[in-house]
Nanobody, 124 residues
Framework: QLQASGGGLVQAGGSLRLSCAAS????????MGWFRQAPGKEREFVAR????????YYGDSVEGRFIISRDNAKNTVYLQMDNLAPEDTAIYYC???????????????????WGQGTQVTVSS
């Protein structure tokens, strides 16, 4: 129901834009998030956007470099990633959260629906 795309190989300092397209699920009723997972590491919170688009949250490691946005008319969420570094290398997942509260928004367990992930590799 969530299809992430836009990953690839990029050099350090470069940019990528990830997309998460939903089918069979109206994202306008969900708060949406991006997480990432590197080999041997736990899934890490990257960003979250309120269903209205009015509030955004970012992980400390991406604050100031990544921007999350959404287009409810296109049923799609985006993650613009700039000034990428090798430590950003991971599989990136989008996720949907129906809960109306923001507490624990950084926990993967808060999200009910997950996409399949898209690989981002940043070379030094």
């Amino acid at each position: 129901q969530l299809q992430a795309s836009g990953g690839g190989l990029v050099q350090a300092g470069g940019s990528l834009r990830l997309s998460c397209a939903a089918s069979g699920l109206a994202i306008s009723t969900y708060n949406m998030g991006w997480f990432r997972q590197a080999p041997g590491k736990e899934r890490e919170f990257v960003a979250r956007i309120h269903k209205s688009g009015g509030s955004t949250y970012y992980g400390d490691s991406v604050e100031g470099r990544f921007i999350i946005s959404r287009d409810n008319a296109k049923n799609t969420v985006y993650l613009q990633m700039d000034n990428l570094a090798p430590e950003d290398t991971a599989i990136y997942y989008c996720a949907a959260d129906a809960a109306p509260v923001t507490s624990g928004y950084y926990r993967p367990s808060r999200y009910q629906y997950w996409g399949q992930g898209t690989q981002v590799t940043v070379s030094s």
